[in-house]
């Protein structure tokens, strides 16, 4: 059962919402900021010349430049009293990308991550502890009060500790875990140093985000908790968590929450709407953030899009998860992929963990690429088979083989409690 009514309403009637509420974001934005009014009138349009969604490719994109360009708040709609919150992007790769919230915003945010978690198969009185970090990271709050919207339980635990995260998860019977897939395995890895077997822990959904997870990984979660594993999807630029989710009856995509989000899907290099199905870049406008509006943002998330209702009964457009980003290609010796591709064939091996990380570095002007892979604890096999395997399997499917590949014991990969994991380490 939805959380709202939308969630299964007639396409008619989303598209009609959608129309509406882009008129009024268009005319928001560009009454009331700066960077957008410039954007239009270089092209030569005016609010008058959008009339709903299908006008769409008239407006202009918006990068993540952009928002560097526009540090701190260029891109706000209203004045710093009407601001509620602050959040903010990591800023690993320069300065943070700085968003704000009205109060009308955060109840949205608060509507569609309660959409969200109810899809996951989180219902009211439940408990859901959440391990997303707090602070200008949006995962941590956002997810918070989308579940006290649902009328449901949150231990606000936060990131890291991960052995009180255990503790606690069976002191208070959590029924449901917030975090990242790689932290879930990190957790599970924690209970079993304990003495606990990670099948019998309370939970029984993991809703996992803020870092890709293969079938494969997910696999491993369910396997290895003995739950279920949902997605979630979002970024800060938009709102934060909630911006789609996978119902946990079909898990056939994510429900993207398009009253509030509409999504395209573009070809990377060229900008150009690819068909539906056929995967691309993923561009989204919001259509009802008042303090940030943001027009065609290309997330640099590779996925596509499909417009069949769903098994479960939500009519709203569902996107493929996540396979890669379009600014993480790797390319080495003109051989292009996504770390997403090497992780798809390393864990649908046998004696292999869902742990791994590729290191680039340039040897005579050559690039060179080392893959470590960690085994499973249980492994008791032949190394210099499963080696075989390993490079067989890679050159098979991807038509390469790294330069050099290692097999290191379980929790021979260095770990991190917080945050994302880093695959990729290129020192060229």
């Known amino acids: 059962m939805a959380f709202q009514p939308v969630e299964t309403a007639d396409r008619s009637e989303i598209r009609e919402l959608q129309n509406e509420r882009l008129r009024e974001t268009v005319e928001h934005a560009y009454e009331n900021v700066p960077f957008y009014r410039e954007r239009f009138d270089e092209l030569g349009i005016t609010p008058d010349d959008i009339n709903g969604v299908e006008d769409i490719e008239k407006l202009p994109m918006t990068?993540?430049?952009?928002?560097?360009?526009?540090y701190p708040d260029g891109l706000f709609a209203v004045d710093e009293d009407e601001v509620t919150r602050i959040h903010a992007s990591s800023g690993t790769t320069g300065k943070p990308k700085i968003v704000g919230y009205t109060e009308d915003d955060l109840d949205v945010w608060s509507d569609v991550v309660a959409r969200?978690?109810?899809?996951?198969?989180?219902?009211?009185?439940?408990?859901?502890?959440?391990?997303?970090?707090?602070g200008l990271f949006t995962g941590g709050l956002g997810l918070h009060y989308g579940v006290e919207k649902l009328g449901a339980t949150v231990i606000p635990i936060g990131s890291g500790g991960t052995q009180r995260q255990v503790e606690l998860m069976t002191d208070l019977e959590s029924d449901a875990?917030?975090?990242?897939?790689?932290?879930?395995?990190?957790?599970?890895?924690?209970?079993e140093e304990m003495g606990y077997d990670p099948r019998e822990l309370p939970i029984s959904t993991i809703i996992f985000g803020a870092e890709p997870c293969?079938?494969?990984?997910?696999?491993e979660i369910e396997e290895r908790l003995d739950v279920n594993g949902v997605d979630i999807y979002g970024l800060s630029e938009i709102i934060g968590p909630g911006v789609s989710n996978e119902c946990h009856e079909a898990q056939d995509?994510?429900?993207?929450?398009?009253?509030h989000f509409y999504p395209e899907v573009v070809d990377p290099d060229t900008g150009e709407p690819v068909e539906e199905g056929e995967e691309g870049e993923l561009v989204l406008t919001t259509l009802s953030k008042e303090a940030l509006p943001v027009f065609r943002y290309r997330t640099?998330?590779?996925?596509?899009?499909t417009y069949e209702e769903c098994d479960c009964g939500r009519t709203m457009v569902r996107m493929d998860n996540v396979t890669g980003r379009a600014d993480n290609l790797l390319i080495v010796r003109g051989i292009n992929f996504y770390p997403?591709?090497?992780?798809?064939?390393?864990l649908?091996?046998?004696?292999?963990?869902?742990?791994?990380r590729i290191d680039l570095r340039e040897e005579n002007n050559l690039d060179v690429m080392e893959l470590i892979i960690e085994k499973k604890q249980e492994f008791d096999g032949d190394e210099s088979e499963l080696y075989d395997t390993v490079m067989t399997r890679l050159s098979n499917v991807l038509s390469f083989t790294p330069d050099k590949l290692t097999l290191v014991d379980s929790g021979g990969i260095e770990r991190t409690e917080v945050g994302k994991v880093q695959r990729v380490f290129d020192q060229r």
Not at 63 to 70: I, V
């Open 63 to 70: 990068t993540k430049e952009d928002f560097r360009d526009e």
């Open 214 to 219: 293969t079938d494969a990984m997910r696999e």
């Open 177 to 191: 875990l917030s975090c990242t897939p790689s932290y879930a395995l990190y957790l599970a890895e924690t209970a």
């Open 116 to 134: 969200s978690l109810k899809a996951s198969g989180v219902e009211p009185g439940d408990t859901v502890q959440n391990a997303y970090g707090y």
């Open 348 to 356: 649908d091996i046998d004696g292999v963990a869902p742990h791994y």
């Open 300 to 305: 640099g998330d590779l996925t596509s899009l």
């Open 340 to 346: 997403s591709e090497v992780e798809d064939v390393v």
């Open 253 to 259: 995509g994510l429900h993207l929450w398009e009253d």
